[in-house]
C-alpha cells in the first residue's frame, strides 16, 4: 500500500470473531474496521483515523532504510487481516496520570485474546492512540511506557511506544527511526520468541523472556543470547 485510506476486509474469510469492544471507565476500545466506517465518536475519529492509515501504510510496507527485506511490522497486515487489530483512546476524566488507563489497556488485551487460538493470539494487536501528548517531545510518552513495561513483560506482552520525534533506532539499520508515528500511541501485543533484542537491555525483562522461552530458543535467537552475556 502506498497511501490513502487503509482497506479493511470485510468480515468473513479468514477474520477471527472477537469479544466485542468497546471500553470500560478507563479507555474507549474500537476495532479497525469500526474505525474505519466512522462508528467512533466524531471527536476522536480523525486521530484514529490518522493512526489507522498510518499503520495501514508505512508498517505494512517496505522502507529503503528499514535494513531487512519485508514489511517495517511483520504483524500488522496479518492483524487487520484477520479483524485482530484495535485501537483505543483514555476515558474523559483521566487527567494527567495516564497509568490506570495503560493498565486498563493490558485487561483489554487479556479479555480479547481469552478465547482466540495460538495464532491469533499473537496476532492481536492494540494500540492506545494518545492525541493530547506533546507531538515535539516524546519524554513523557517514553516515561510512561517505561513504568509499564514490567508489568507487561512479566504478564508476557510487549508495549512499545510511537511518536513523531521517536529516536528508537532500528535494530537493522541504526539511522532508522522505525517508531516515528503521526500521533503518540503505545502498542501492545503478545511477547514472542523474537523479541529478545528488545530486552537485552534489562536484566528483569531478560529474566522474563528467558522462563517463558529459554527451551525453545532457535540457534539465532541463542546467539543473540551470548553476544549479551560475552563480552
Not at 20 to 27: A, F, L, Q, S, V
Request: aromatic share 6%; charged share 25%.
Amino acid at each position: 500500500m502506498s497511501g490513502g485510506e487503509v482497506t479493511i476486509p470485510p468480515v468473513g474469510g479468514d477474520q477471527v470473531t472477537s469479544p466485542p469492544t468497546g471500553g470500560d471507565e478507563r479507555i474507549h476500545v474500537w476495532s479497525a474496521a469500526e474505525v474505519a466506517r466512522g462508528e467512533v465518536p466524531a471527536r476522536h475519529l480523525p486521530h484514529l483515523r490518522e493512526v489507522l492509515d498510518w499503520s495501514g501504510d508505512f508498517l505494512v510496507s517496505g522502507h529503503p532504510e528499514l535494513g531487512r527485506g519485508g514489511p517495517v511490522c511483520p504483524y500488522t497486515q496479518p492483524s487487520l487481516r484477520k479483524g485482530l487489530f484495535h485501537l483505543a483512546v483514555p476515558a474523559d476524566g483521566q487527567g494527567e496520570d495516564l497509568s490506570a488507563a495503560v493498565g486498563s489497556l493490558r485487561a483489554w488485551h487479556e479479555r480479547i485474546s481469552a478465547d482466540l487460538d495460538d495464532d491469533s493470539r499473537e496476532l492481536l494487536t492494540l494500540l492506545l492512540v494518545l492525541p493530547r501528548f506533546d507531538r515535539t517531545d516524546s519524554a513523557e510518552l517514553d516515561e510512561l511506557q517505561r513504568k509499564a513495561k514490567d508489568e507487561f513483560v512479566a504478564d508476557g506482552l510487549m508495549i512499545g511506544q510511537f511518536h513523531p520525534v521517536c529516536d528508537e533506532p532500528g535494530l537493522w539499520n541504526t539511522a532508522f527511526r522505525p517508531l516515528r508515528a503521526p500521533v503518540p500511541l503505545l502498542a501492545v501485543r503478545k511477547l514472542l520468541l523474537f523479541d529478545l533484542p528488545f530486552l537485552l537491555t534489562d536484566d528483569t525483562h531478560l529474566d522474563h523472556y528467558l522462563k517463558r522461552f529459554a527451551p525453545d530458543l532457535p540457534a539465532r535467537v541463542r546467539g543473540q543470547l551470548v553476544s549479551r552475556l560475552v563480552p
